[in-house]
């Protein structure tokens, strides 16, 4: 490692770690992050830029680099865009850079810095405007092969995310002094305490530099810190973990790297996805240093000095011979600490002309750097001193253009932060985000003792809040030197300066901007793409904006801050749907008959949450057609047994159920006999079908309704509001008993003697009518309803019985010659006999549509009533439903097919109605189908074509009454 | 985001419905003529402040009037629809 000197705080010497960068073999230290590593192997080339794929190196040591991202091979696959600066050294690590091809020191895509001057911003809205046709078949796909900033994996992110939730009273974001010591004041109060600190080491900026508190060097402090809180039950720690969004009710969005940094993870997820719930929350996030744009400032080798330091300090990088350009006190500051350790300072080059100092190194006050050399790394700037130019051998240039306060936190709710003339930064307001205060460096207190003070007074404040006393703190003694800076945001000489090194914006494409009328700061960045790069301009936008209010001549906070929004850190979408992926997408709802059908072969088809058969396959069966032809034949011939346990069923109870039904049906319930069951149709308060079902009256003030599988949830909610709204003071009570009954509908001539084994002797039950049964020891229901138009039963048992009665009834009925039947006979059985579903009732159609006009009692109010007799819902301009036949009645119709007059061609303007379900009996040897046509009741017998261009389909059908068989209905009756 | 539920206390978003506004509770009277029915069904005031909106808490059934400032976000309070108006 020829760049590496004695120390590094954060290193473990012992430990050497090989890894590979972009195919070479490199050997690093434990507890090196990628970006150190490679500086440490003298690698200042990590990456080309987006547009002009220049050389890039890394700029910071932290997670708002805007350079330094490359591609990670993991998992199988790969990770694009991970920050160098951010992943941390692990043995067997391979890592790619982006953006290059064929490789990153000859990259063929870098002739575009050629044309450079006919790439500037908007470029490709002022080139590729001609000839018209010409964007969408050769220029966009061209940009798009060439823009964008790595490349996605074709495979799958099959790597493990988790999800995990946190509650506590005090969430502190950033553990440097700020954050340790509210931590350390609410940890004392016994407050529950979450401390989120991104980096692997707690710290903050106390771990990069040398300075003293408590007359102890500040890493031991930090370290006896860290003792206490650890000690401390009441306190979590959480390293690793980026707060990247804050929400309503004190709700944070946070990302652990759990496993990323490990050669091993084992089952160890990628990274988890936390969502915090505090009830107050301390943002001790520190700031950012700025850049200065300059001409040439995106060389590898220019880098912030802070980050020099960091990289120095923690990771013992020689930075080799270092030009510090720097416009405040704590640049100069720096500087010369960095000095008397050892570092090789060629010069401090700084802006303000009244400023001197007697540093160990060449000091040019009133000085700018205005040019860099160095094809793949720096090798030389030049600097102008009061109008002199002169040049100055070095290898890294370090920036320091004064500190951003991290406060996009407390923007996440849409306020706007204000402006400090005094430290020429943004700082947040109080009270931007309910719960959440800014201290310290954050809120722009920049000394170490002023962060120390104000963690203490934020936690203080928090702890009055949360009714906690707070413990007596002693402030410990530390650096409380002056923050003294003239703003500096280019460098006016020839040259392009870079503001966004991501996206290649420089001061040039702002000043465009604003000369082109794009010269409000939203409109900048867009024209521009400022600040839309993975790192958000985190250390760029405040720069644009000052180089913008310079163009437009508006001052800084007169142009203003664009919106800041959550993810402040970029967040996978794999982490942000952990758990939520394949199986764990949605619950599935399963049966109790569903591992019986599963052993029969069935193949299971999702019915809402819920897994049905949809039909049971028999050796030899060509295809699944011929099973539900067989199972279809069951109940017309013989028996069939279906599990309709999916079906919604709420019991209604109470002296008022009887009034409370006839309110949300059309239909009178209060009247049904006990023992008896009626269909009926329950509409939305705006006049449209919502359910259909039936209701039986179990015992005077017992009914039990039934709703489809589909929309059983919906009516639950709707029937709780009307009770809840409209019924105040009735006496009844509503549950669903979905799951508490398992229900199996046995239909067929023959379904009598299936009954018969079961019950012993079945009831002389009137078709719709119910009664209770007993199979042996064991209470049951029997409701002699058919939705196959066939006789038939549904049996219903508590849900524990269900799996024994399906298995039971399938072996009963396979001695008869029939068996179960799926969801496909099911669906066969029902549109023979015309029967609907939510096929038909799609949420735009009415009772009248479906013929069913009838069932709207006009004596008594019930919901959607009103709403019902609006004009446009009944009349002859409806689409009302009907039957089809195909001419040839081996003509295949499907659901969706559009029908229109014989002649008229087939576009939208003259589709007279459309399929709603469709299917092959074998009952009558034809298709069939269910229509919605507009006055269809009235065109029995007129004839029109079918159309369905997604399946290439084209017939003649003829329109029918929608019951195709048994249109009297004897045999579910008699 | 939070809303105390009358029946359960603070409970997470995740668990409510948010149908709109509180206004669909003054059902107009059965005769009323259209335009009461059409404002009842149709229209709505978008405050942009003081709003009351009405939620259904799935897990214990219960409809229940929000208070909340669309502006600020703030949740001041509710009420079970059955006990209110």
Redesign the interface.
Known sequence: MKRRVTGGSALDRGRAVRFHFDGREMTGCRGDTLASALLANNVRLMGRSFKYHRPRGVLTAGSEEPNALVELKRDGTFHPNIRATLQELHSGLEARVQNCWPSVRHDVMAVNDLFAPFLSAGFYYKTFMWPRAFWERLYEPVIRRAAGLGRLPRAHDESLHERAFAFCDLLVIGSGPTGLMVALTAGRAGADVILAEEDRQMGGRLLSQAGQIDGQGAEDWVQGVLAELTALPNVRLMPRTSIFGT???G?FGALERVGQHLAEPGLAPRECYWRI?ARRAILASGALERPIAHPGNDRPGVMLLSAVASYWHRWAVDPGRVVVFGNNDHALASAQVLADQGMQIAAYIDPREDVAGDTPFPFHSGGEVVATRGRHGLREVTIRVRGRESRIACDTLALSGGWNPTLALTCH?GARPVWDEAIAAFVPRPGMV?GLEAAGAARGRFSIAACLADGVEAAQAALAELGLKAPDMVLPEAEDSAYALRPLWQVKAKGRAWLDFANDVTTKDVTLAAQEGFASVEHMKRYTTQGMAPDQGKSSNMGALAVLADATGGSIPETGTTTFRPPFVPVSIGALGAGAKGAGFRPERRTTSDAQARAMGAPMIEAGLWYRPSYFPQAGDADWRTACNRETGFVRQTVGVCDVSTLGKIAVQGPDAGRFLDFVYTGTMSRLAVGRVRYGLMLR??GHVMDDGTCARLNEHDYLVTTTTAAAGEV??HL??VQ???C?GWQLR?ASVTENWAQMAVAGPLAGEVLGHVLGEVPDLPFMGYCPVQIGAVAGRLFRISFSGEKGYELAVPARFGADLFRHLVALAEGLGGGAYGMEALNVLRIEKGFITHAEIDGRVTAFDLGMQGMMSSKK?FIG???SQ?PGLTGPERMQLVGLRPSDPQAGIAAGASLFQPDAPATAAHVEGHVTSACYSPTLGTWLGLALVVNGRARHGARLRLEDGLRGQRCEVSLCDPVFFDPEGGRMRD | ??LPCPCCGWRD?REF?C?GAAD??D??E?D?P?EA?DNY?HLRDNPAGPARDLW?H?PC???LEVARDTV????TGST???EAG
């Open positions: 929400y309503d009710g709700v719930t709710h309910p308060e705006d639950m909610q709780e509001f809840q709204a409209f105040r509503l109010d009533r009103a709403a609006r | 985001m939070y978003m419905t149908i669909y509770c059902r107009p059965a009323a259209p029915w069904l259904y799935a059934g219960t409809w600020t976000h703030a949740v079970a629809v059955e």
